[in-house]
């Protein structure tokens, strides 16, 4: 699994703090630690920066390629940042995160990632948001983003769809359309663009104690449709210890042969079932429980897990 470390978010406190106090140990302590725990590359959510874009975007490039050599991938709104950013990489190729299928984002970013020999993650969204259905998602690729990128000559082995993990607190539906997402894109072009998504977004606005389990268990089910690329939290030893048991179909114990079966009842186009789960091991009924809420058979509430 090529895993994009999630870590350096605006979003985050401590990372808002470093920003204001360029605190350049910060990031480079961060950098370091998710690049040790197995992360491939870096994603820098640093927002839209509209007023120091053009002092921050080069700092922290210079600041993080100082102590690593994975490619950077810059998540912002802000083209201009993006581009003043990308003037500054010399190590990996980089990447953008992300262009749409909107019209004014898809006419500029594209051109951006081509001028910079950078990689384009391209979301399947178009103007009137986020379509609910797998089949729409594909659309969007087929008809939108993969076209754009053939008529200005982009490489489609630089391009990276993503078709967009939704939370499963308010958009429980859209859990199982996007495993089918992933699952269609691989088939949906030759040769196939690669295929990412944002792992954590499935536990957004869940009780904290809750979140670790919801994204390993949909990280076994995105890995059974062939997912192999993700943006995700590479400190998160159970999150990567599933996906280490996954790939080397560690079966050596109860919860792991568990996710392994979940992951080949996915790979199979088939539903986990109880015959797979011991109901007694209160580890393998939580796992169950949340697949349940995944696949969209049993609604979702904080507490599900007591239910």
Request: charged share 25%.
């Amino acid at each position: 699994m090529y895993i994009i470390g999630e870590n350096i978010h605006i979003i985050s406190d401590k990372v808002k703090a470093a920003l204001r106090e360029k605190d350049a140990k910060f990031f480079q302590d961060l950098a370091v630690k998710q690049a040790e725990a197995g992360a491939q590359a870096l994603d820098l959510n640093l927002g839209p920066r509209k007023k120091d874009w053009d002092k921050v975007f080069p700092w922290m490039v210079e600041t993080v390629e100082a102590v690593i050599d994975l490619p950077i991938s810059f998540d912002s709104t802000n083209l201009l940042g993006i581009e003043a950013g990308l003037k500054k990489v010399t190590k990996a190729q980089a990447i953008i995160n992300s262009t749409s299928a909107e019209p004014e984002r898809l006419e500029k970013v594209p051109l951006l990632a081509k001028e910079y020999d950078a990689r384009l993650i391209a979301l399947t969204m178009g103007k009137s948001g986020i379509p609910v259905g797998a089949d729409e998602r594909v659309t969007i690729a087929l008809e939108k983003l993969i076209p754009r990128a053939l008529e200005i000559d982009y490489p489609i082995e630089n391009l990276i769809i993503d078709p967009l993990v939704l939370t499963v607190s308010g958009c429980q539906e859209y859990c199982p359309e996007c495993l089918e997402a992933v699952r269609t894109l691989q088939y949906a072009w030759d040769p196939p663009p690669s295929i990412s998504v944002g792992l954590s977004n499935v536990s957004n606005a869940v009780p904290h104690e809750n979140r670790g389990l919801i994204n390993q268990v949909y990280c076994a089910m995105l890995m059974g449709t062939g997912l192999k690329m993700m943006i995700a939290d590479p400190l998160d030893k159970e999150l990567m210890e599933t996906i280490r048991v996954i790939e080397d179909r560690d079966e050596s114990t109860p919860v792991g042969n568990l996710y392994i079966k979940i992951h080949d009842r996915i790979e199979a186009m088939e539903e986990p079932t109880l015959d797979d789960v011991d109901m007694a091991d209160p580890e393998q009924a939580a796992i169950w429980k949340t697949v349940q809420i995944l696949l969209n058979k049993v609604i979702y509430a904080d507490s599900y897990l007591e239910q």
